[in-house]
């Protein structure tokens, strides 16, 4: 909460966002939204709570913790609530059309995200389900699943469902790759610039700082480490092999 709220102190600095997977967030809610938190991730990859045990690492009691963060997320006005889910063949692409029936009359915003090799996920390319198949088995289903307008610079392909609340959005970072419009730029916990998700070159702004670098010489590097990235990244088969943090250690 204490950093939320020195975040919102910056100027110029627009939104607050979190990422969590939502097991102890309804107890923390309250304070946060109180801090200044102005949107919400929540990190969902199935809605059998068996299951959940299994793909989240979690007890199975903590699957009605998440759901419950869900609602008290919407409850408190959040709008949309964003809810990723990695898809995976095998494990939880038959979920596909629950997760959109929880857009019928929820502001929520699930997103579907391909599986992507990171160090230590046991990528394997069998397991991917590219966004076009994602999109057919919703459209089966949903005869009026369509497609939408993305904001600028959306990472996720937006659909929606005529006459739902809520909306989907498929990230496709394997299929059909985004990097001409993506603008993110992510700062790892131990003080890192990553111009790309999935390119193991990394800058040390933590030391430049330590070295006591002004202002205008840090924005001299960020700019020089944004100008070194590539037109696309590896692709699917490329990517597989090459050393990269996993992605709970490189955060966003």
């Not at 596909?96 to 699930?110: A, M, N, P, S, W």
């Not at 030391?207 to 001299?220: S, Y």
């Amino acid at each position: 909460m204490e950093i939320v709220a020195r975040l919102k102190e910056l100027p110029g600095l627009e939104t607050v966002a979190m990422t969590t997977n939502a097991v102890t967030l309804s107890r923390k809610l309250p304070a946060l939204k109180t801090a200044g938190l102005d949107l919400l991730n929540i990190s969902l990859d199935t809605l059998i709570s068996q299951k959940f045990e299994f793909v989240a690492r979690r007890p199975m009691a903590a699957h009605g913790k998440v759901m419950k963060a869900i609602e008290d997320a919407l409850d408190l006005d959040y709008n949309p609530v964003k809810v990723n889910c990695v898809v995976m063949r095998g494990l939880n692409e038959e979920e596909l059309v629950d997760f959109v029936e929880l857009t019928r009359d929820k502001y929520l915003d699930v997103r579907f995200i391909e599986y992507m090799p990171f160090d230590g996920n046991k990528w394997n390319t069998q397991k991917m389900v590219p966004y076009t198949e994602m999109v057919e088995i919703n459209k089966k289903k949903f005869p009026s699943f369509g497609r939408i307008e993305d904001a600028p610079n959306d990472t996720s392909k937006g659909f929606k469902v005529k006459g739902f609340k809520g909306q989907v959005g498929f990230i496709t970072s394997m299929s059909d790759h985004f990097c001409g419009s993506c603008n993110r730029l992510r700062m790892t916990a131990d003080g890192n610039l990553k111009v790309c998700l999935f390119g193991n070159s990394e800058v040390s702004l933590r030391d430049v700082i330590r070295q006591g670098v002004d202002d205008d010489d840090l924005k001299e590097i960020i700019g020089a480490a944004v100008k070194r990235k590539k037109a696309q990244h590896a692709g699917m088969t490329n990517l597989s092999s090459m050393k990269n943090r996993p992605m709970i250690l490189i955060g966003g």
